[in-house]
């Protein structure tokens, strides 16, 4: 189905001077204008296109592709100030809303802010947002432990990281499990860490349990392999340098390293870690 905000593919049923109509369903037609069109579309041509309001508030489809879409979130930038509020570039020559009620601070000019599309439900318009919790789930209860998931990086607390997971709700990483450096709007994997009772989320950046101890078992192996069977990454190195070369905390790196010591598969010496067998 198509909708105000979103992506679809649909077909042209009707060309005309100014462009072609296509087939919107519940919509009815929509009208792509006359630049958008290529010589081979003609009727029965599907078309992938992104539907908006124009500045009359009428559907409208274009084959411009905006950075983010309505039900999702990104970083962007603002390139105008007025009354209505702050507004923000996303690929279409429209620029993207963001009312003053719904800025988490008071946006300033050239700076980028981590918001997420919908629509107005009085107007249709589409808007952006920064108050996430508005918008976003924070109830993670269904979630599994351990998934692999998709993050944004939207904000920082005396407790850690916030981070959007998938597009669809709202987690933390706490300071201690954010052994790597994070900034606003960056995206990175993740994974569930744990879901507490009331339903919020907390995340990892690295696998959970025996599944990511066994993964990076193998990766330091293959680090020792491939370094001669000895490396001077052992457990008094620098935790900057453990996160450099294998992507996790050094309290991880060290219990992998435990693991491989008690299989026999490693020896630990003041130098470094060496291959036993």
Request: glycine share 10%; proline share 4%; hydrophobic share 35%.
């Amino acid at each position: 189905m198509a909708h105000i905000g979103r992506y679809a593919t649909l077909p042209i049923v009707k060309l005309v001077d100014f462009g072609a109509y296509l087939d919107a369903g519940e919509l009815e037609t929509v009208l792509l204008p006359k630049r958008y069109l290529t010589p081979e579309m003609t009727i029965g041509t599907e078309v992938d296109v992104f539907l908006y309001l124009d500045s009359d508030d009428i559907p409208v489809a274009t084959t411009l592709k905006p950075f983010t879409q309505v039900g999702e979130t990104a970083l962007l930038k603002v390139v105008d100030i007025n009354d209505a509020g702050a507004f923000l570039e996303w690929g279409l020559p429209k620029h993207l809303l963001v009312p003053y009620k719904e800025q988490h601070k008071r946006y300033e000019l050239d700076k980028s802010y981590v918001v997420t599309l919908y629509l107005d439900q009085y107007s249709q318009r589409i808007v952006g947002s920064s108050r996430l919790s508005r918008h976003l789930e924070e109830d993670g209860r269904h979630l599994k432990v351990g998934e692999k998931v998709d993050l944004l990086i939207c904000g920082k607390s005396d407790m850690g990281f916030k981070a959007v997971i998938n597009q669809e709700y709202l987690g933390l990483i706490f300071r201690d499990d954010a052994f790597k450096p994070l900034r606003y709007g960056q995206k990175t994997d993740g994974y569930i860490k744990a879901i507490r009772p009331d339903g919020k989320i907390d995340l990892s950046l690295q696998p959970m349990g025996d599944k990511g101890r066994d993964r990076l078992q193998q990766k330091i192996l293959d680090h020792l392999q491939q370094s001669g069977g000895s490396s001077t990454l052992g457990d008094k190195s620098d935790p900057a340098e453990i996160t450099k070369q294998f992507g996790v905390s050094k309290g991880a790196y060290k219990k992998a390293l435990g693991t491989l010591y008690k299989q026999r598969a490693i020896s630990i010496t003041p130098d470094g870690i060496h291959l036993t067998k």
